[in-house]
């Protein structure tokens, strides 16, 4: 069964930055050519959408709460989508979700994906 591993969260200070990373492994060559992304969960909050990615790379979604703060990229090579996070805000602290879908195209609704992560703990300091 195929499986995502993220890595990269800590601990940051407000208008600070980190790199989000999610391996994929298990479907190696599938998982190449699909859609992935990255959701949230904030303590009290319901899970939500940050960023989405197209198999390619070149079709992008986020949210409006990180757009021109948040960079989604991937590289298919080495089964790899990264989330750049910029001018972190104490708000984006949340436990962050790599998700992946069996299909290339890009989407923003939860029930679209197929494949989650664990999550790995974001945590922005005022």
């Known amino acids: 069964q195929g499986q995502l591993v993220e890595s990269g969260g800590g601990l940051v200070q407000a208008g600070g930055s980190l790199r989000l990373s999610c391996v994929a492994s298990?479907?190696?060559?599938?998982?190449?050519?699909?859609?992935k992304g990255w959701f949230r969960q904030a303590p009290g909050k319901e899970r939500e959408f940050v960023a989405a990615?197209?198999?390619?790379?070149?079709?992008?979604f986020y949210a409006d709460s990180v757009k021109g703060r948040f960079t989604i990229s991937r590289n298919n090579a080495e089964n790899t989508v990264y989330l750049q996070m910029n001018s972190l805000k104490p708000e984006d602290t949340a436990v962050y979700y790599c998700?992946?879908?069996?299909?290339?195209?890009?989407?923003?609704?939860?029930?679209?994906?197929?494949?989650w992560g664990q999550g790995t703990q974001v945590t922005v300091s005022s």
């Open positions: 298990g479907r190696t060559f599938t998982f190449s050519r699909y859609a």
């Open positions: 990615i197209g198999w390619s790379g070149s079709s992008t």
């Open positions: 998700v992946a879908r069996s299909t290339p195209l890009a989407a923003t609704g939860t029930r679209d994906y197929d494949y």
